[in-house]
């Protein structure tokens, strides 16, 4: 009986998530890491694009950064940004990332970062990216 009940709620789940909107799964934007500089021991500027804007929509970058510090030690920042999307197509991001605790230092980093854009006009609706590479930082 626990089976039964088990399958029957996956298929209404199913059916639920294909008839309506809402419940979709988000459509997935591609978000890319261009590039990161330090500006000074304490901040890291971080580059990127969104690849799908549309003229008056929403669009939002959160971004994480990891190092290894000295003795082992972890040194991270995090940072958003936003705005409208001025024209449609690519939407190029840049944000400031602050360290939390320790200094950024040359050398690899690793980069993470989530793009989103929304239309708001109604039921906001979504569609989401991310990326992550290492890159080479140096001073700016």
Same mark, same amino acid.
């Given at each position: 009986?626990?089976?039964?009940?088990?399958?029957?709620?996956?298929?209404?789940?199913?059916?639920?998530?294909?008839?309506?909107?809402?419940?979709?799964?988000?459509?997935?934007?591609?978000?890319?890491?261009?590039?990161?500089?330090?500006? &000074? !021991?304490?901040?890291?500027? /971080?580059?990127?694009?969104?690849?799908? $804007?549309?003229?008056?929509?929403?669009?939002?970058?959160? %971004?994480?950064?990891?190092?290894?510090?000295?003795?082992?030690?972890?040194?991270?920042?995090?940072?958003?940004?936003?705005?409208?999307?001025?024209?449609?197509?690519?939407?190029?991001?840049?944000?400031?990332?602050?360290?939390?605790?320790?200094?950024? &230092? !040359?050398?690899?980093?690793? /980069?993470?970062?989530?793009?989103?854009? $929304?239309?708001?006009?109604?039921?906001?609706?979504?569609? %989401?990216?991310?990326?992550?590479?290492?890159?080479?930082?140096?001073?700016?």
């Amino acid at each position: 009986m626990r089976r039964v009940l088990l399958v029957l709620g996956a298929a209404v789940t199913s059916v639920l998530l294909s008839a309506s909107p809402a419940l979709a799964q988000e459509p997935t934007l591609t978000v890319t890491i261009n590039s990161a500089v330090i500006i &000074n !021991p304490f901040q890291m500027r /971080v580059a990127g694009t969104i690849d799908k $804007c549309v003229a008056g929509e929403q669009y939002g970058a959160f %971004v994480v950064v990891t190092q290894k510090g000295p003795k082992q030690s972890t040194v991270r920042g995090f940072g958003s940004t936003g705005g409208t999307c001025a024209n449609t197509g690519p939407q190029t991001w840049t944000e400031i990332v602050g360290a939390e605790d320790l200094t950024f &230092n !040359p050398g690899k980093t690793f /980069v993470s970062a989530e793009g989103q854009v $929304c239309d708001e006009t109604g039921e906001p609706i979504c569609s %989401v990216g991310s990326a992550s590479r290492t890159l080479q930082v140096k001073r700016g």
